[in-house]
């Protein structure tokens, strides 16, 4: 038998079930619905339901078919009109046959003492002391050394001495199967500050445009989170909000696939199975955001490697050592590494928590179908994720957003990571301050040291002033160039080529002679003191000539007589 794809709903005095069954032939069919149960046959199809809540026969159940799209819909009366049936969407706590809940043993011995009538042994009992006693014997090391137990609830022990090559690229931990909790938790710590990248934390930390717009993203329960607050702020009930979450066609699929079980969990193991799904949903938001919605290869990548449960199959005492332990790994593994992404997804896990079992159901079939299509991380469908899929249906959601409460009472700060966060960023803003003080002094210009009295002249004067200062007489050129070599040899190389420029200078705008001594006298820290006698008569002789210089400037651009009787060999051609 086949079982066909179907969908329920409700209003308030009516249970409405679809079921698709293609090619079945409308005249052989037959309907039976009662109390709780409800099943439907339509060769070659088969459903079997446990409604969450009573159904009666009235009369005013009705029936109908859809040829084209090959659907029956078949609306049953509520025993309690306007009753509201919680967890409608989860198909596979309804295709599991109704079984009576006792903790009896299958397997009974004949003769053995009789079960009282509870069937269950009170957790208040008193221990019984007087137990048989066996004497002392040795016992080698490898028996001491038990197996340790992992997965879901913990119920997992001894899969990797069996599939150790296919885990070994799953999971960080090393031989989980014989290393107890507690080392585990100290090789995960170990790990992370090895792999703590601190050149990689600080380009994220301060180039932030990428990050700011992973922010903004909104996922696929923010909306729904909107809703759900406008919903119930019009006094309309947490469970009538379940029906926001919608589930696609291939997520029916996968839950009519499940393998409906019953899971004998302990107080601890129930605590366990709590906090890991926090943790799993923290690297879920995470990876949500970050890839927009669009799932990618290192999706399943980002998933299990944020989550220590998944790749350290860490347990966990409290909710705040989880929020750390997911910051840490988000500094320390993924593409983008900022703390404001830790808060995001800090808050995007409350809210889902908030949201009901559906929204969760939710998340954990799209966590499940990103490992499936994934090799080898399908591996963890089978530890955790698919026993998430098939417990959370059975949960209430009210406990669900006590474990949301929870979560909004713990606060998460850069300190209690232990990466000496904030330290790292006082000192690169330090050396960032710096950096940019030294740019600003850098750009500053240089404040000239005179200024030519010659720049408000106009353009031919200019021209003028500067043709006949430029040809200088042989004679006057050789002096200069018999003087300039006997100081040489006193004075630096690149001190040499600043005084030539400042000569030049000085003779093109009229430069103050008592300015270019106290140039060449200052020099630089290399220059010997012995130099400076020799330089001034230099220098003054120098002085002299450029306030010739000068004064051949200052003279009326048309008396080009005058010029010519000082210098024959100089013609201007304005003249």
């Known amino acids: 038998m086949l079982t066909p794809a179907f969908d329920l709903s ?22 039976y ?36 799209k090959g659907i029956f819909t078949i609306r049953l009366p509520k025993e309690t009109p306007g009753q509201h049936f919680e967890g409608l969407n989860m198909l596979t706590a309804l295709l599991a046959p109704r079984k009576s809940r006792t903790a009896k043993p299958l397997v009974e011995e004949v003769g053995a003492s009789e079960v009282s009538e509870e069937g269950v042994e009170d957790d208040d009992e008193e221990f019984d002391w007087e137990i048989e006693q066996s004497p002392y014997e040795e016992v080698s090391e490898s028996a001491l050394n038990l197996q340790c137990h992992y997965g879901f609830g913990n119920l997992r022990s001894g899969v990797f001495q069996r599939l150790q090559d296919e885990l070994s690229d799953v999971i960080d931990i090393k ?36 990050i700011e717009q992973v922010l903004k993203y909104n996922p696929w329960w923010t909306d729904i989170y909107s809703k759900m607050t406008a919903s119930l702020g019009k006094n309309q009930k947490q469970e009538n909000c379940a029906a926001l979450v919608s589930f696609s066609e291939e997520d029916k699929y996968q839950l009519r696939k499940f393998v409906n079980k019953s899971y004998l969990l302990d107080k601890t193991a129930i605590r366990q199975v709590y906090f890991s799904l926090i943790d799993i949903l923290l690297a879920y938001c995470y990876e949500t955001r970050v890839t927009e919605g669009e799932k990618n290869v290192e999706s399943a990548w980002n998933i ?129 301050q710096e950096e940019t003080a030294l740019k600003a002094t850098h750009s500053v210009p240089r404040q000239p040291t005179s200024t030519s009295s010659s720049e408000a002249s106009d353009s031919e004067e200019t021209d003028s002033t500067e043709s006949s200062e430029a040809q200088v007489s042989d004679s006057e050129q050789e002096e200069l160039e018999n003087t300039e070599s006997k100081t040489v040899n006193s004075f630096p190389g690149p001190f040499v080529e600043e005084n030539s420029v400042l000569l030049i200078d000085a003779g093109g705008g009229g430069r103050n002679p008592a300015l270019l001594r106290s140039d060449v006298t200052q020099g630089k820290p290399g220059t010997p003191s012995s130099a400076l006698p020799r330089a001034k008569p230099l220098i003054e002789e120098l002085g002299e000539q450029l306030q010739t210089n ?16 000082k210098n024959d060999r100089q013609t201007p051609s304005d003249c």
Do not use: M
């Not at 997911?326 to 993924?334: E, Q, S, T």
């Open 550 to 565: 000068v004064r051949i400037s200052d003279t009326a651009p048309g008396n080009c007589s005058s010029v010519q009787d």
């Open 175 to 210: 031989d989980p199967d014989f290393t107890p909790a507690a080392e585990r938790r100290q090789k995960r710590l170990s790990a992370e500050l090895a792999k703590f990248d601190s050149d990689h934390y600080l380009a994220d930390f301060f180039e932030t445009e990428a």
């Open 33 to 68: 619905f009662e109390g709780v149960d409800f099943k439907f046959y339509a060769k070659p199809y088969f459903l079997r339901l446990t409604l969450p809540g009573r159904i009666v026969e009235n009369g005013n159940e009705q029936g109908s078919y859809d040829a084209d």
């Open 10 to 31: 409700q209003d308030a005095d009516f249970l409405t079930v679809a079921i698709r069954v293609p090619y079945a032939r409308v005249s052989e069919f037959d309907v």
């Open 304 to 432: 299990r490697k944020l989550s220590p449960t998944l790749c350290w199959f860490e347990t966990w005492t409290n909710v705040h050592e989880i929020l750390v332990s997911f910051g840490r790994r988000v500094l320390c593994y993924p593409l983008y590494r900022h703390f404001k992404l830790v808060i995001k997804a800090y808050g995007d896990t409350i809210k889902i928590l908030q949201l009901g079992r559906s929204a969760v159901l939710k998340c954990l079939l799209d966590i499940h179908k990103i490992f499936q299509e994934n090799d080898p991380a399908y591996i963890l469908n089978d530890l955790y994720i698919s026993d998430y899929c098939v417990w959370i249906q059975k949960t209430k959601s009210k406990k669900l957003a006590a474990l949301a409460e929870a979560l909004k009472k713990v606060s998460l700060t850069k300190a209690q990571l232990g990466l000496e966060l904030e330290e790292l960023e006082a000192a690169a803003l330090l050396v960032q």
